[in-house]
């Protein structure tokens, strides 16, 4: 089952919800259908219940790489043979629409309001997933403070150039209202200059927490998107396929997951 499928009937589902009432039971269905597709429904491939671990990828600035960080570690969950899904509570919903695009059965990519967020959680959570990720909008504002909340840690892609680098500080804060653990992944670095090193640098000298991998700018990026995939995907030896694997590794180790799932046989 294509994930653009299961996609249509939560977005119909929560178009009709009104005020801050939950979605109904469409949604749930729906979630529930396409993850017992793959044969788990709350509980991992030993018999045990799955503790899901959820990311929040929150950013002021626009066009840091919130969405391409959030498609591409979900994916390499994926991939590793975990159950993953994305929320994306970006009202653009680039998330959803390349979802939309994507011709596999993984990740899960749904439409959802802040409102309704604690809903998701519980279905998302209930229906067997390892990892969500949820994909926010540019703004250090209410929904991304909801997300950061909810999340067990928040990740803050940032390009190394001023403008991006100062317009930090207002999403630092907001992980640090929401009490949650942050770290400033660089993204689009020029491959083999220094900026990405200085830049890692100075953010830890004002306290911040500096992800050890950065993503490069690299072609893999933006072709693979283009139909719905990833950079491990389009060029699976390639820099950028090896630099979201090291980063994915990271992740779990910061989140206590292990990297190879049991939902599906790992790549």
């Not at 017992?36 to 790489?65: D, H, L, N, Y």
């Not at 090896?242 to 049991?262: K, S, T």
Request: net charge negative; hydrophobic share 45%.
């Amino acid at each position: 089952m294509w994930a653009c499928h299961v996609v249509g009937s939560i977005h119909t589902d929560l178009d009709s919800a009104d005020g801050d009432q939950p979605p109904g039971n469409g949604f749930n269905e729906a979630l529930g259908i396409a993850m017992m597709s793959r044969g788990r429904v709350g509980m991992s491939a030993r018999g045990q219940e799955s503790v899901m671990k959820t990311i929040a990828i929150i950013s002021q600035k626009g066009g840091a790489g919130k969405t391409t960080l959030a498609v591409h570690l979900a994916t390499a969950a994926g991939l590793a043979g975990h159950n993953t899904a994305i929320v994306d509570l970006d009202p653009q919903g680039t998330a959803a629409s390349w979802g939309d695009r994507r011709q596999a059965e993984f990740p899960e990519v749904v439409s959802g309001q802040a409102a309704r967020l604690s809903v998701l959680l519980d279905a998302a959570r209930a229906n067997g997933a390892d990892l969500l990720v949820l994909d926010t909008a540019p703004n250090a504002d209410q929904t991304a403070l909801r997300a950061a909340q909810a999340a067990d840690v928040v990740l803050i892609p940032c390009r190394a150039a001023t403008f991006d680098l100062e317009a930090i500080k207002a999403t630092l804060m907001l992980a640090q209202l929401a009490q949650k653990p942050s770290y400033v992944v660089l993204n689009a670095i020029p491959p083999r200059s220094g900026i990405g090193r200085e830049a890692a640098e100075g953010l830890m000298e004002q306290g911040a927490q500096v992800a050890p991998t950065m993503l490069s700018q690299r072609a893999a990026f933006a072709h693979g998107v283009i139909d719905g995939r990833t950079a491990q995907e389009f060029e699976a030896g390639g820099k950028a396929a090896e630099e979201v694997n090291a980063l994915y590794i990271w992740l779990c180790g910061i989140v206590d997951m292990p990297p190879r799932g049991h939902a599906r046989k790992a790549a």
